[in-house]
Every structure is written in structure tokens, then in C-alpha cells.
């Protein structure tokens, strides 16, 4: 019935026995199955550096934009959105009481999400994901024309060197890693 048990999920390691088999009956599967696993095996370091890139550009961009990222409405081109009287402040959060997100505001889980993009540098964790979509090329350009928006046009050239460094080095260096490892074990 309804009731799963924790150890029910580890079924699924009964692929790898079907895996086997198979790869026990074809030498090109085999190949490509050690090929995988040695690769894995070699991404470690890659992934180390990564992680690092990620986080130390998570934290250069929420120098730039923490509180940034809140418009009047995060899918248009709106401006920036600052409290009442003063221009140069700008809100942590949604300003002003609203009937509509009363409920929304008041969860502190949830506060402010109808007016913040979900693509922000408000804490570490939702700058960490953004910094990631933008280096896998997901939509960052959304992203870049709302750092612009918020920051002025100069910031688009950081999002070029993100871009640039992102895309262009780390996930070329990761695919001629991948590619290395099968021509090893073609050979």
C-alpha cells in the first residue's frame, strides 16, 4: 500500500545487476560502462575547483546585488523598487501592506517571494543556485538584464566574465575530461 519503507528505495540497485549482464554480453556497453565510472573517478578534482568557482563568485555577486533583485513586478522590466521618500535605499523586502499577500508575507519562509525573483542574491543558498544556472547557461540572460536593471549597464560585463569563465572553461575543461576518458578505453 501507502506505507514505503526507507530500505524499499534501495530496490533500485537492482539495476546495476541488469547492467552486468548485459554489459557481460556486449564488449562495447562494458566500455562504455568503465569508461563512466573511471571518469567519475577523475571529475573529483574538477568538482573541487568548481565548487570553489561557484563560491567565491556567490559571494562577489551578493556584494553586488544582496537586495538588489526587487521590482515592482520580477518579470517585467520595472524599476528597482525603494521605500517611500527615499530614493537611494533600497527595501530589504516588499514594501508597503497588501491585502492580497498578507498571508504570504506573514510566513517567514515565504516573505517577499511575490515581489523577488527566484533568481537572487539575497541569501547564500538562492545566490549559489543563481550562479549556477547562469555558469549552465539556464536562462541567464533574465538574469543579467535584472542585474543591469538593478546595478546599471556596467554590471553586464561581469556577467560576461561569468559567462565566459562559466561556460566557456569549466564545462569545456569538464567535457574534454569526459571525452579523454572514453578515447582511453576505446583504445
Not at 551578493?62 to 523598487?81: G, I, K, R, S, W
Not at 491585502?99 to 517577499?112: L, N, P, Q, S, T
Not at 556596467?154 to 576518458?181: D, E, N, P, R, V
Request: overall charge positive; some cysteine; glycine content about 10%.
Amino acid at each position: 500500500g501507502g506505507k514505503a519503507g526507507g530500505l524499499k528505495a534501495l530496490r533500485t540497485l537492482r539495476l546495476f545487476r541488469v547492467l552486468n549482464k548485459f554489459a557481460s554480453r556486449s564488449p562495447a556497453l562494458k566500455i562504455l560502462l568503465k569508461a563512466m565510472v573511471e571518469t567519475a573517478k577523475a571529475l573529483r578534482y574538477w568538482l573541487v575547483l568548481f565548487l570553489l568557482v561557484l563560491y567565491i563568485f556567490t559571494l562577489m555577486w551578493m556584494h553586488f546585488f544582496a537586495n538588489h533583485y526587487h521590482f515592482e513586478d520580477p518579470d517585467a522590466l520595472d524599476t528597482v523598487v525603494t521605500w517611500p521618500g527615499r530614493a537611494q535605499e533600497l527595501v530589504p523586502w516588499c514594501p508597503g501592506p497588501d491585502e492580497r499577500f498578507a498571508k504570504v508575507r506573514a510566513d517567514r519562509i515565504h516573505h517577499g517571494q511575490d515581489c523577488i525573483p527566484r533568481a537572487h542574491f539575497d541569501n547564500f543558498g538562492w545566490g549559489f543556485v543563481t550562479i549556477f544556472q547562469v555558469m549552465t547557461g539556464e536562462d541567464w540572460n533574465t538574469i543579467m538584464y535584472a542585474g543591469m536593471r538593478a546595478g546599471g549597464w556596467g554590471f553586464g560585463f561581469f556577467y560576461g566574465i561569468l559567462i565566459l569563465f562559466g561556460q566557456i572553461l569549466f564545462l569545456s575543461l569538464f567535457l574534454s575530461m569526459l571525452l579523454s576518458k572514453f578515447d582511453d578505453f576505446k583504445t
